[in-house]
Structure formats: C-alpha cells, structure tokens
C-alpha cells in the first residue's frame, strides 16, 4: 500500500453516531474533473486496461473468500452493527465481486464509476462521489430526520427518521453505502467532485487515504 498523501480532510460525526460508532470516519477529498464530459462515458484505454486486469485477478477462489480478508470482513461487522445483514444487503466490495462473477469480469458503468471500481479492489474501502455544485460546508454522517428529503429537490425521497446519512450543513446527501441525493449524482456536467470514502473499524487509515488518492490522481489525469 502507497504512503501518498491524499490531501484528504476528515468529515464530522454527529455526537450520538461518534458515539455509538467508534472507529468511524469519514474522509473526504475534491476532485477536478480533467475532462468533465467523460465523466459519464467509456473509459480511456489506461482504465479500461485496469478493469480487464482487475478481471482476470479476482477469480473463483479469491471470490469465494473474500468475505474472509480483514478489510472486508470489518465491513460486514459493521453493518451488522447498523442493522444490516451482510448476507442479504451486501457489502460494495462483496457486491462488486458477485457482479464480476455473473457478468465474467467487471461491468463497465463508464469513466467514473470505473474508477471507484478500481479503488475499491485495490483498497477494499468504498469511495463515492458527489456533484460538489451546491454543497454547503464540510460532509459529516449523521442520522436522518422523519420525513427528510435526500437532497434539496422539490422531488427528493424522503428518508425514514434514524438512517444514518452523509450530510452538509443543510442537507442529507446520500445514505450512507446508500443511494445519493438525484441533483449530487455526477454527470457530464459535473467540473468538481465530493469524493468521500468510509472507513469502519479494523480498516487502517492508510487504505482509505490510498482509495481517495488513487480516485483523484485519476479522474484529473489529463
């Protein structure tokens, strides 16, 4: 593992979550996008390469076992901890090897979505990325109110009372391993990302850093 500096900062928790969750961070980088209309389409030769190198890597054995390695076996602790069932709401790395298994090798879902592919392989640590258009101060994870709406659309979901979410200062912008605020989701248009990456428990630091330096270094490749 790299000892590169991501230029991450490390978001807030709300009291209760701090508390309730110890080891949970959140570390969250920004991006800019070298070329923002390919956000959303193929993906260059260099990350089309680590995908089919991704591929061929992770096979039936590793597959199989991978629930039993340490980083993604902290991830399934913690959603049992936040009342999730591993086995029926996967974790995203276990969800990510059970597509490449169905699909017989990682399925490209475009430049972006690839490379929070590649990061999550290589680190076991999830990364997520937000349009950073109107986002309001620094992210955090907190709980949701009852009836909250996801985002600041007038045709937001609403949230049940209690779910844990990633949020600004004003808004909750995606549930947390969840679904992301409709008007936050990157797109061609998108010049600046959120990035932010999920650290449990049992996960060292270093991993996740890494998964945020390997995002940025590159989505602002030229």
């Known amino acids: 593992m790299s000892s590169r500096s991501p230029e991450a900062s490390e978001g807030w928790l709300a009291p209760e979550v701090e508390r309730e969750l110890p080891g949970l961070r ?3 980088s920004e991006a800019r996008a070298a070329q ?3 956000l959303t389409s193929s993906s260059p030769p260099r990350i089309e390469a680590r995908m089919r190198e991704l591929s061929s890597r992770v096979r039936g054995a590793r597959a199989i076992g991978i629930r039993r390695e340490p980083v993604p ?3 399934r602790v ?3 901890h936040i009342g999730l069932d591993p086995d029926v709401v996967r974790t995203p790395i276990e969800e990510a090897v059970l597509e ?3 699909r017989g090798g990682f399925p490209t879902g475009g430049f972006l979505e690839d490379v929070l592919t590649i990061a999550l392989m290589d680190t076991g640590v999830p990364v997520w990325a937000l349009d950073a258009d109107g986002i309001e101060g ?4 907190r709980s949701s109110l009852e009836a909250e709406a996801l985002g600041r659309s007038s045709s937001a979901p609403l949230l049940p009372d209690g779910q844990l979410v990633v949020a600004d200062h004003g808004a909750a ?3 947390l391993f969840g679904e992301r605020a409709p008007e936050h989701v990157p797109s061609s248009r998108t010049h600046v990302l959120r990035l932010f990456a999920v650290q449990v428990a049992g996960v060292p630091g270093l991993y996740a850093e890494e998964a945020l330096w390997s995002c940025r270094a590159a989505l602002e490749a030229d």
């Open 26 to 28: 959140l570390l969250v």
């Open 36 to 38: 923002p209309s390919t």
């Open 73 to 75: 076996a902290a991830y």
């Open 78 to 80: 913690f959603f049992r």
């Open 100 to 102: 490449r298994m169905l």
């Open 138 to 141: 620094s992210l955090g994870v």
């Open 173 to 175: 912008l995606a549930v």
